[in-house]
């Protein structure tokens, strides 16, 4: 067994150690934001050393990624893998989002850095990619006439209510629900939503 390395308090720390500090990373980062806080602080809230978080990433940036990585790592499989809803209604519940919720963190990530080769800013990137492929593909299930096409558009129109939602300090997603329906109706044909709607009949 290997030692187990003192942490600042004095106690006994090891094991979980990664955990303790992703987990401090995911609550600060969220509060005050990515360049507000340092690693000392980081440190200090996961009740590690320096050298035990350089043990286990090796900086910041590399840590920043990882957070990322560990918010959403299926990619809202909450709203697209669920077996209850049709194809139309799993899109729209990509704008249920309950209130209060904080700023999207891969837009406050991409935000705060301003780097674009950032490994945190490449992966936000990566994201936003999959959730607009992931939309895409779910209005191909519905029978969008360009599943892409409306896949972007409503993807950009998620992105700009957490914006506004975040600058105005006010709910935007009821009213990006409200025109995702429209984009969403307008994008597929009748035939198509009909076939998608009609229960199925008993044999």
């Known amino acids: 067994m290997t030692e187990l390395e003192k942490g600042p308090t004095g106690r006994r720390r090891g094991r979980g150690a990664r955990e303790r500090i ?48 560990r918010f959403d790592p299926d990619v809202l499989s909450s709203v697209f893998d669920r077996t209850d809803l049709t194809p139309r209604e799993r899109l729209l519940a990509a704008f249920d989002i309950p209130a209060g919720t904080p700023l999207c963190p891969y837009i406050g990530a991409a935000v705060e850095l301003h780097d674009p080769q950032h490994p945190a800013s490449q992966y ?60 969403i109706d307008n994008a597929i044909p009748a035939t198509a939503a009909d076939h998608r709607r009609r229960p199925e009949l008993p044999s």
Do not use: W
């Open 22 to 69: 992703l987990s401090a990373s995911q609550k600060l980062f969220r509060e005050q934001g990515i360049n507000r806080t340092g690693m000392d602080q980081l440190c200090a809230a996961a009740e590690v050393s320096k050298r035990t978080a350089y043990q286990h990433f090796n900086g910041k940036d590399e840590l920043v990624a990882e957070y990322l990585r």
């Open 124 to 183: 936000a990137r990566d994201y936003k990619k999959a959730v607009a492929a992931r939309l895409a593909g779910t209005a191909r299930e519905a029978g969008a006439a360009d599943p892409e096409q409306l896949g972007e558009q409503l993807a950009l129109l998620i992105d700009g209510a957490a914006a506004r939602t975040r600058v105005l300090n006010a709910d935007a997603f009821p009213t990006a629900a409200a025109i995702a329906a429209v984009l």
